[in-house]
């Protein structure tokens, strides 16, 4: 599986963005896969944000982001989409889109990552 990520950009802070993953395999079945969405900021560790269940889209977020942050996926598509509302500073880093198999403990796949800036 290939991931290819898109849709960072620059916002001021209570903006919104919208990232979307797609998986560029649309013949291999994500069915076994947890999609996963990281982000690392400069001078800090990376660090999970959401993740989805491909199949039964069970979803999973960190605190800091849970009532602003959606993930969703689209199995038409072939798609993982993160919405961001109510942006902060704080939101400022490089997105990754990742996948692993269910009921491993390391993300395994990774797409490349894309920008999102947040400014006061």
């Known amino acids: 599986v290939q991931l290819q990520a898109s849709g960072g950009g620059l916002v001021q802070a209570g903006g919104s963005l919208r990232l979307s993953c797609v998986a560029a395999?649309?013949?291999?079945?994500?069915?076994?896969?947890?999609m996963g969405w990281l982000r690392q900021a400069p001078g800090k560790q990376r660090e999970f944000v959401a993740s989805?269940?491909?199949?039964?889209?069970?979803?999973n977020y960190a605190d800091s982001v849970k009532g602003r942050f959606t993930v969703s996926r689209d199995k038409f598509k072939n798609t993982v989409d993160l919405q961001m509302n109510s942006l902060t500073p704080e939101d400022t880093a490089v997105y990754y889109c990742?996948?692993?198999?269910?009921?491993?403990?390391?993300?395994?796949?990774w797409g490349q990552g894309t920008q999102v800036t947040v400014s006061s």
């Open positions: 990742a996948a692993k198999l269910r009921g491993d403990s390391e993300y395994e796949i």
């Open positions: 989805i269940l491909w199949s039964g889209g069970i979803t």
């Open positions: 395999d649309p013949r291999r079945s994500l069915s076994r896969y947890v």
